[in-house]
């Protein structure tokens, strides 16, 4: 049988993991180390509880894993709460540490600058929490840590933005449900301060505040180190340096010549305490701690020879007690400044050692004048002390003696000596008698006498009563020794006016202090030890310590008579010296001064110094006759009148004696007129004496002698009748006003002896005559308060100073009169005090009663609310705006309610009714009219919510009941809901004042919840709506206010808000959701103006407000559907008659879809609500018949919405902009979709400025456009839906439209996207034009359009280029996975350059390095993979520039913009399967060729060929559109390789008429490109495409292959020519280095035009390497456009190893067309015109032109002009194919290297036609050839060939021309160099290179040709030039669709054609069949260029040349 679960005990429920659980079995919670845990049930091994982090989950652990604590529970709030056994402070350190710990970790991931601060504060909080539970700490230091701790905290929290935390003034946190709403307010007030002066800057020492009348100075002697041989006395003081004289009394330490104390048992407790230091003494100038050294032994002192310290051996201490041993010698000073510790400036620590140097004396010096010499010297160096001196500690203390002894026990335990202040301190209780006599030898003068030398003079002092006898015992050299019988001073040799300042103490008792007398004699001391036996007193002197009239021996310097001794007659019993003079200012002139055996020594001098301290004796005789009027009472009203001018200082200390003395006049006189005021003035003169602030410290005496000592029992009623006199009398001038303001200032102690008379007479007298007293004493308030009736000047400050001091005598007054009677005259008080006077007196007034026991009764607060808050709320409604008022008047209702929140003080309910109605209005209406940012605004909303706080559900009642109207109380309403309302909108406090927010929140809850009732109960049947509608927003915003969204908080403060005022959120949810419930049929007012609220409240993340509150959203649906169409109809209309329903919910829809848009962006909502919205509204518009297809469609278009705008939330603050413009446009289309406008606009902005931010200025552009199409060309006014934030004075369409489309037109020109800006512009232009016929601005337009035109045509415009970008894996964003998007790059942005940047932003990712299609298990991962390579753009055909001539300009721009096709190629491996077969079934065959077809890797390359189309052209609103759809075909392993033929003779051939017409080109690019395809030392050349497909194995294969097998022979062969042409040009630049090279390349080359011509025959080039007799240069002719300065001709990009680019021009079709009809050429080969776009990707080095991997550009024939002249013939152009880069080259990322042998291969391939390629940029050259028609250029002498010449020539008109002369064609080929813009590191790797020996473009190539025009060879060349053409159909120049790549997947034959087509490189549909005879004989060589055809007519002027058009440039692809 299973045991039950049972509940544990109380004290074990909190427990803490000492292991980490980690179980995954059922029912089991997962623990880590150090987490806590509560327990709640036990069962066996095992616990069932719950982990504090997560409270919700609950399950079991066992018991072993869990160190139980033992704990506390707390039931007091809603939930309760289990916190361990331990003191406040260590669960608070725990509770901070576990929170600062998860945050310190994300500090250090952010990298904050307070990682290691929090770091160190944690450690420092862990190590005083070891301390504290340590439990070994003492009082003092506990309290010390706790300081700092709760210090560390507060400042934590400041620096990591926590709650502050509200402490009491214990340190301990408060807890707001015990704590009242004024208090938690000031102690967040007072921690502010706080925490502020602690995190302010570097935290300087403050001062503190001494509320101490005493201070005492520690100070422990540590060691003394001193070469000396004697014993000797240290004697330690304080003394004032600007005084120069010591302040305190000496301690003595007897210092034995052994370097130890002498008392060995004082040892290690050599301590002193300079007690009874005032403020005044830690405040003087300059203090020193000085030691007096004193040697005691024989006169001369003995050598010592070594420095003693404290090791020395233990000696035997001296016994001798009345004096010390020997003599006492001066030895030396050792001395420190103390100023700064005594003051407090420096932190002093009694475990520091301070070093007092020493200084010795020298042989006449004495002490004094040592000291003043160390105080002279600013420091006493090593060299003067020698390393003598002291060692001290010291410590300034606080308090008295006692006080100190508690608190520093450790300091102050045992005997330790006190050393007190030679003076009184600052407050002499009334125990503390004391009699000292403080005595200093100051000096003297004695003659020498019988001596021969001045004498060495010893001083002994004695204390002798009456009878002369020395009084024993009294006299004291200081603290820490004996007292003694007589004092000996220092003994100074040879010394006749010596100078001792020494001062010692004789503490004489009372009763003989005044028949005692000071009594000296003066003894010579000799240094020989028998005669000093010897030696008796050679003078003597003394002083009485009385003066004859009573008073002491004045504080002053005394010079005393010296008389000398003759010891014959001298008896030292006899006392008749007294009848002697004894000061120098008592001898009288002319009288004899001797007595038996003294006689008076006129010369000598003796001088002393006295101060005496006594609290029993005085030297005023007033005092004094004062204190004994009795013996002289004819004296006594002189000596009253002498008291008030006695010093203060002096009654003081006389207190007591002086207040018995007045009292005992006061009831012993029977005199009462005249003695009663006098004692009565004497006793205000004392009275403000006391009360003055020099003597405030002297109050408690005054208190405690009225409780204590005070006797008179008849006083009281003599003090009222005076009393009552004065106050009377108040408003008669003739009366001492003065009297009466002393009167009314000393108002409360006449009162304390009123009251403490009349208690003593009621003991006494066993209450008698009370009745009579009471009256007497009312009647004496009542003339109180009657005299503030007056309103006289001369009574205000009397009247002031009554109101200040009147309240403090109420205590002492409720002693002996009750308390209504007093309450009642109190308050007649304030009622007859005129309005206007004395306002802010009677405030105080007020807030004094307030704070007095008066108000702690019940009874009396019932009188005295009343009139206070009455008064109150008449200064806070007054129109006088004084601050002061409103800040006395805010302060009284705090201090009121903190009060009444107190339980010790009986009910309140009656109270806070009077306060609620009377005030409240007040102070609501205060709050809203007081600014927000003023310093009381917090106070007043705090007395606000303490009011509500205390009001019961009664108070509630009570409070609406009491509006007489409706209309009052729905004005209460809407003020306190707007109040509410405005409270958690704009906080009046802090955000850190968490306790307070939620106090205040927590009050405002139980508002609403009464006030919800009120306006249910009063306001639906009469309907308010705005009482509603003020409801329902203040409750929402109260919901969504910060403070309360604990979701956002930690989830230690989570459990602390929850514990204590649960989730009020949901509590608020249900209470709206019953109030728009209860609406009935007045909801339909509130839709749908309350949408976005609700939505606001249902967004809220807690599921059950949510499953709560979302279905207010059908209802709303539900009653706009059932609203009236007409207007003024009710709900109740629309049922009864059905036909009237609006039958939709468009208002409610659209406001939801505009606040969704809001509210999600600014971070509301999330995927749950989402789900859980879709959920609960589907279920219920599923459910309902007629809303079904109307509410479906809406709830799924708002989770549409929702799913669109969480994704834009989400990357909204990403750093990847890219990601952010997707998620906009997902928007965009979805509110275009739905057909939002406003929502569109918005969003359409949020994009162009998206755009902006990062420069794209063409997607801004384009972006704007979408807004402009929504506009129309009108004047209408703008809709609201249709207006930009962007253009708010932009009121029409028309004004709209055109504003944007000048921003467009602006963005376009930015992005030099002229062509587009030129569309906008020519709308525009039709309108003004046209429609507004504004010919301004259309001048300003056309302007612009020009220079739009002429950038076109001028400017260089980098040419961007496009990425495949497909996201594989489930870790992106949904918007982006498994979905590949097209990217347009940035200007000069390479594959490299892009990849790194699209990484850069998805540092997750992982780069593919395959091109292959992914499978699931990537496509499905949770992981980001990327795949990225570059794409073709394919240009749309354009019909418009089919056959016509376009500048290549233009054609290069359509290229790459306005694009929605792109295209990639990629390598497959594929074995020919007819081949296996025959391998396989082992046929016979041309094993070798087999064999080498096997081995021949080309024969089995395939190209993929993948075709994408996007959803979008580009550019366009993004920099990137998502591909639709993909298409993908392949090219075979011959086709290929054709492509590639085709593209190394177009590469070729463009380099060759770049170094043509540029000599300044480097020549690295041809010498590799030449080298590469003649010296194929890698691959093998052409030899691999033979044996690969010119096999008898192949063509039997694959017979339809024959005519490509053709087509590539003549590609291979027509090769040689250019060539040739090729290496005769560099062998004409090469400079001398190259020689050798050259060589090389001529003898490879002969080897392989040897091959080639004998296998497939010679062939031609159209291309001549020209080599004129002269150069006749002529200026140029027929040019069409401008100057094409900034002309790229051809963008087929040629790129060098080091960097250089060329351009290509070629020929147009017009200029073909034109030539073809003046001019038959004869060709000795046909061949096919060959495609110019498809890919090749060979691997064949040396055949193919070194590419071994390359993909074929778009590009169009480079373009020729060509003038015809008479007698000649030549140039050509050529085209080739294009190349098209699958994957990154050199320099790109080596993540996108592709692995595996063919594609290592092909990227070698590809390298090299990179590091072999270069470009060339045309436009303007000026280099011509000119032929003679009797030496064509390419043909050899042994081989003529006639030309057969037309018989009519052309004219420059079209007409013929009969008879004319033979003309010579000069067909001239126009490249203007320019070089493109390139990056700098190609520029300086260019300009790095020594220079290549070319020539410089004016220096036309030396000639090849003879005089007679016959060829001449040059001497290293055997090379004859030959003429080849490459035919290019599908040129972009000239666009034909009949040879678009998109006809077939493999583009098919083409048919053989003429050497015109070939030579143009197009088709020639437009010439007549003559022109090109199909009969045409193929002859081996060609020996010359045909002559030009004769003209028609022959009378006809010379034809004219055709004219010279714009040079187009082929599409490029920069490969690096």
Not at 991 to 1016: A, G, N, P
Not at 1275 to 1288: A, F, M, T, V, W
Not at 1872 to 1896: A, D, H, I, N, Y
Not at 1915 to 1921: A, D, E, Q, V, Y
């Amino acid at each position: 049988m299973i045991a039950p679960w049972k509940l544990v005990k109380e004290k074990d429920k909190y427990g803490i993991a000492i292991h980490n659980f980690h179980q995954d079995a059922t029912y089991r919670i997962k623990l880590n180390v150090g987490e806590t845990v509560h327990i709640l049930e036990e069962n066996g091994d095992w616990f069932f509880g719950y982990s504090t982090k997560n409270r919700a989950l609950r399950g079991i652990f066992p018991k072993s894993y869990i160190h139980i604590k033992e704990s506390t529970v707390d039931k007091s709030g809603p939930t309760e709460v289990i916190y361990p056994n331990q003191s406040h402070i260590v669960q608070e350190i725990t509770s901070v540490v576990r929170e600062w710990g998860q945050i310190w970790k994300l500090l250090y991931v952010k990298n904050n600058k307070n990682f290691g601060t929090i770091q160190q504060m944690i450690y420092e909080l862990v190590r005083y929490r070891s301390k504290i539970l340590s439990g070994t700490l003492p009082v003092d230091e506990m309290k010390e840590i706790k300081q700092l701790v709760t210090s560390k905290i507060d400042t934590g929290n400041k620096m990591l933005d926590l709650d502050m935390v509200v402490r009491d003034e214990h340190g301990n946190i408060l807890n707001p449900e015990v704590t009242s709403s004024i208090q938690l307010y000031w102690q967040h007030e007072m921690a502010t301060e706080r925490i502020k002066k602690v995190t302010s800057g570097p935290t300087k020492k403050i001062p503190k505040v001494m509320t101490h009348y005493s201070h005492i100075f520690f100070v422990s002697v540590r060691n003394f180190v001193c070469k000396m041989g004697e014993d000797a006395e240290l004697l330690m003081t304080l003394y004032d340096v600007k005084e120069g004289r010591a302040i305190t009394e000496s301690y003595v330490v007897c210092w034995s010549k052994e370097g130890l104390a002498r008392d060995l048992d004082q040892l290690h407790n050599l301590r002193v305490l300079f007690t009874d230091l005032g403020s005044r003494d830690l405040t003087r100038e300059r203090v020193y701690v000085v030691c007096y050294v004193i040697r005691v032994g024989a006169m001369e002192q003995k050598d010592s020879e070594s420095k003693r310290v404290s090791q020395a051996q233990p000696i035997v201490p001296a016994s001798r007690k009345g004096g010390p041993e020997g003599m006492r010698r001066p030895f030396g000073v050792a001395a420190m400044d103390v100023t700064l510790y005594l003051s407090g400036k420096i932190e002093s620590d009694e475990d520091k050692h301070h070093f007092l140097p020493f200084l010795q004396c020298c042989d006449r010096d004495n002490l004094d004048s040592t000291l003043k010499k160390i105080i002279a010297i600013k420091e006493i160096t090593q060299k003067e002390h020698k390393g003598q001196g002291l060692w001290i500690s010291l410590k300034l203390l606080h308090g008295d003696l006692k006080q100190v002894r508690e608190e520093n026990p450790h300091l102050v335990l045992g005997n330790v000596a006190v050393a007190r202040k030679m003076g009184f301190p600052e407050v002499i209780l009334p125990g503390d008698v004391r009699n000292d006599l403080y005595l200093t030898l100051v000096g003297g003068e004695f003659s020498k006498g019988s001596k021969s030398t001045e004498r060495n003079v010893e001083v002994t002092v004695k204390v002798c009563n009456e009878k002369g006898s020395a009084i024993p015992g009294v006299i004291s050299m200081g603290g820490g020794i004996d007292p003694l019988n007589e004092y000996h001073s220092v003994i100074y040799y040879h010394e006749d006016k010596p100078r001792w300042q020494e001062t010692f103490k004789a503490a004489i008792p009372i009763e003989e202090f005044k028949g005692s007398h000071l009594k000296f004699t003066f003894k010579h001391r000799s240094s020989n030890e028998a005669k000093d036996r010897t030696e008796r007193p050679f003078a003597m002197s003394f002083v009485n310590l009385m003066q004859a009239d009573g008073t002491t021996l004045f504080d002053m310097q005394h010079e005393l008579l010296v008389y000398k001794v003759d010891h014959k007659k001298y008896d030292e019993g006899d006392i008749g010296y007294l009848n002697l003079p004894s000061l120098r200012s008592k001898l009288v002139d002319g009288q004899k001064h001797q007595i038996n055996g003294l006689t008076l020594s006129v010369k000598d001098y003796f001088l002393i110094e006295t101060n005496i301290c006594s609290t029993k004796l005085t030297q005023n005789v007033g005092l004094l006759g004062l204190l004994n009027w009795a013996g002289n009472p004819d004296g006594l009203e002189e000596s009253l009148k002498t008291l008030m001018k006695v010093d203060g200082e002096e009654v003081v200390k006389f207190l007591q004696d002086v207040l018995d003395a007045l009292f005992n006049i006061l009831m012993q006189n029977s005199d009462s007129d005249l003695y009663d005021k006098m004692v009565f003035e004497c006793l205000l003169f004392i009275i403000g004496l006391v009360s003055d602030r020099k003597y405030q410290h002297f109050q408690p005496i005054l208190d405690l002698y009225i409780q204590e000592s005070f006797s008179a029992t008849l006083a009281y009623q003599k003090l009222i009748v005076v009393l009552k006199f004065y106050i009377d009398n108040a408003n008669s001038q003739n009366s001492g006003q003065e009297i009466l303001l002393k009167t009314m200032k000393s108002l409360q102690y006449c009162m304390k002896f009123i009251v403490r008379s009349r208690q003593l007479f009621s003991v006494l007298y066993e209450g008698k005559h009370q009745e009579e007293f009471e009256t007497s004493l009312k009647s004496l308030l009542q003339s109180i308060t009657g005299m503030m009736c007056y309103n006289t000047d001369f009574t205000l400050l009397v009247q002031g100073a009554c109101l200040k001091y009147l309240p403090s005598t109420i205590p002492d007054i409720l002693k002996v009169f009750d308390s209504k009677e007093l309450s009642l005259i109190l308050t007649d008080l304030i009622n007859k005090l005129s309005p206007n006077r004395l306002t802010k007196q009677k405030m105080m007034t007020v807030n004094d009663i307030i704070h007095s026991q008066l108000f702690h009764i019940s009874e009396c607060r019932g009188i005295l609310i009343p009139v206070i808050v009455g008064k109150v709320k008449e200064l806070l409604e007054s129109k006088d705006e004084n601050w002061k008022q409103v800040e006395l008047c805010v302060k009284i209702l705090s201090d009121i309610m903190e009060l009444l929140f107190r339980t010790d003080i009986g009910s309140t309910v009656d109270d806070i009714s009077q306060i609620m109605l009377i005030v409240l209005r007040t102070v609501i209406q205060t709050t809203i009219a007081m600014d927000r940012e003023g310093p009381l605004v917090g106070n007043l909303v705090a007395v606000m919510i303490a009011i509500f706080r205390q009001m019961t559900p009664i108070h509630f009642q009570l409070y609406i009941n009491h509006f007489s109207t409706n209309t009052d109380l729905l004005d209460f309403l809407m003020e306190i809901l707007l109040v509410f309302k405005d409270l958690v909108s704009r906080p009046v406090y802090a955000k850190d004042w968490c306790e307070m927010i939620m106090l205040q929140s927590s009050v405002i809850l139980k508002s609403l919840r009464y006030f919800s009732h009120t306006i249910r109960d009063r306001f639906s049947q009469s309907f308010e709506q705005q009482a509603w509608s003020n409801f329902f927003h203040c409750a929402i915003a109260f919901l969504t206010q910060p403070a309360l969204q604990l979701d956002n908080f930690s989830q230690n403060k989570r459990s602390r808000i929850i514990m204590r005022y649960k989730d009020m959120r949901r509590e608020t949810g249900f209470e709206i959701r019953s109030m728009w419930f209860n609406l009935g049929q007045y909801k339909i007012h509130f839709v749908p103006s309350l949408v976005g609220p609700f939505l606001e409240m249902t967004l809220i993340p807690e599921t059950e407000l949510r499953k709560a509150t979302i279905p207010i959203f059908f209802d709303m649906m539900q009653c706009e559907f059932y609203s009236s169409r007409n207007i003024g109809e009710s709900f109740s209309d629309t049922k009864r008659d059905s036909t009237n329903i609006k039958a939709n919910f468009s208002e409610f829809e659209n406001e939801m879809i505009a606040k969704l848009d809001i509210l999600v962006e600014g971070g509301r909502g999330d995927e749950h609500y989402k789900d859980l919205f879709y959920s609960i509204m589907y279920t219920h518009c599923d459910s309902h018949a007629t809303m079904k297809d109307l509410g479906i469609k809406f709830v799924k278009t708002v989770t549409r919405l929702m799913e669109r705008l969480l994704e834009y939330r989400f990357i909204i603050n990403d750093e990847n902009k890219e990601n952010r413009m997707s998620c906009t446009v997902n928007l965009l289309d979805f509110y275009s979709e739905i057909n939002r406008k406003e929502m569109y606009i918005r969003y359409v902005n949020k994009l162009c400025d998206l755009h902006l931010e990062c420069d794209n200025y063409t997607e801004a552009a384009f972006t704007l456009r979408l807004h402009s199409k929504l506009l129309n060309w009108s004047d209408n006014s703008l809709p609201p839906l249709l207006k930009s934030n962007r253009y708010p004075n932009c009121q029409t369409h028309r004004e709209l439209k055109e504003s944007l489309y000048y921003d467009i037109i602006d963005y376009f020109d930015k992005g030099k996207m002229w062509e587009y800006a030129l569309d906008v512009c020519k709308e525009l232009v039709k309108e003004y034009e046209v429609e507004t016929y504004d010919y301004n601005q259309l001048s300003m337009l056309l302007k612009k359009m020009s220079q739009y035109y002429d950038s076109i045509m001028k400017q260089m415009r980098p040419e961007p280029e496009y990425f495949r970008v497909a996201y594989y894996g489930r870790g992106f964003p949904a918007f982006l996975q498994n979905k590949v998007f097209i990217y347009r790059g940035k200007p000069y942005e390479r594959l490299s350059d892009f990849c790194s940047r699209t990484l850069n932003q998805l540092p997750n990712a992982e780069l593919m390095n395959k091109l292959t299609p992914p499978g699931d298990e990537i496509t499905e991962s949770p992981h980001q993979y990327v795949q990225i390579n570059k794409v073709d753009p394919v240009m749309d055909e354009r019909k418009r520039f089919s056959g016509k001539p376009v500048c290549e300009q233009i054609i290069r721009y359509h290229r790459v913009n306005d694009v929605q096709k792109f295209r990639f190629s990629r390598p497959i491996r594929r074995k020919d399967p007819n081949k296996v077969r025959r391998s396989t079934a082992g046929l016979a065959g041309d094993v070798n060729s087999n064999a080498n077809s096997e081995e021949n890797e080309f024969a089995s390359l395939w190209l993929a060929r993948t075709v994408l189309v996007t959803s979008y052209p580009l550019p366009g609103i993004l920099r990137w559109f998502p591909v639709t759809s993909a298409d993908t075909y392949e090219i075979s392993p011959l086709q290929n390789a054709i492509e590639t033929m085709e593209t190394t003779e177009k590469v070729l051939k463009d380099l060759i008429v770049a170094h043509r017409n540029d000599a300044s080109l480097h020549l690295n690019p041809l010498s590799l490109k030449l080298n590469g395809i003649v010296d194929a030392a890698v691959n093998g050349g052409v030899a691999n495409y033979e044996k690969a497909f010119f096999t008898s194995d192949y063509a039997t294969d694959h017979p339809e292959d024959l005519r490509s097998i053709e087509k590539l022979k003549n590609l291979i062969a027509e090769q040689i020519p250019l060539l040739e042409i090729g290496i005769q040009l560099h062998g004409q630049r090469a400079p001398p280095s190259l020689q050798p090279f050259q060589q090389r390349l001529e003898q490879c080359f002969n080897e392989m035009r040897a091959n080639i011509e004998h296998k497939y025959g010679k062939k031609t080039c159209d291309l001549k390497f020209e080599i004129p007799q002269s150069v006749t240069m002529r200026k140029n002719f027929s040019r069409n456009t401008s100057s094409s300065e900034h002309n790229r001709l051809s963008e087929v990009s040629l790129s060098s190893s080091d960097g250089s680019r060329s351009r290509v021009s070629s020929l147009t079709r017009s200029q073909v067309t034109t030539l073809k009809s003046i001019a038959n050429f004869n060709f000795t080969q046909s061949f096919s015109n060959l495609s110019s776009n498809n890919v090749s990707s060979n691997s064949n080095n040396t055949a193919v032109g070194g590419v071994r991997n390359s993909v074929c550009l778009k590009s169009s024939s480079s373009r020729a002009q060509i003038f015809v002249r008479p007698g000649g013939g030549g140039g050509g152009g050529g085209s080739g194919a294009n190349s098209n880069t699958l994957s990154p080259s050199k320099g790109t990322n080596k993540r996108e290297k592709h692995k595996g042998g063919s594609m290592r291969s092909s990227r070698k391939a590809f390298s090299a036609q990179i590091t072999s390629s270069g470009s060339l940029s045309g436009g303007g050259g000026n280099s011509q050839w000119y032929m003679s028609a009797s030496s064509p250029i390419s043909t050899p002498a042994s081989a003529p060939i006639t030309p057969n010449f037309p018989t009519s020539w052309m004219g420059s008109e079209g007409n013929h021309i009969e008879g004319s002369p033979p003309t010579v064609f000069e067909l001239r080929q126009e490249l203007t160099p320019k070089r493109p813009l390139r990056s700098e590191v190609e520029r300086e790797r260019r300009l790095s290179r020594p220079s290549s020996g070319q020539f410089q473009p004016s220096k036309v190539a030396a000639s090849f040709m003879a005089e007679d025009g016959s060829p001449s060879p040059g001497p290293t060349s055997p090379i004859r030039l030959n003429g080849n053409s490459s035919s290019n159909r599908d040129s972009i120049a000239t666009t034909d669709s009949t040879a678009s790549e998109e006809d077939a997947g493999v583009p098919p034959p083409l048919p053989v054609k003429t050497r015109e087509a070939d030579y143009c490189n197009l088709p020639d549909d437009s010439l007549p069949p003559a022109a090109r005879p199909a009969g045409t004989p193929t002859i081996p060589r060609v020996r010359n260029k045909p002559p030009p055809p004769e003209p028609v007519e022959e009378n006809g002027p010379p034809p004219t040349p055709p004219p010279k058009r714009p040079h187009l440039r082929p599409p490029t692809e920069r490969m690096d």
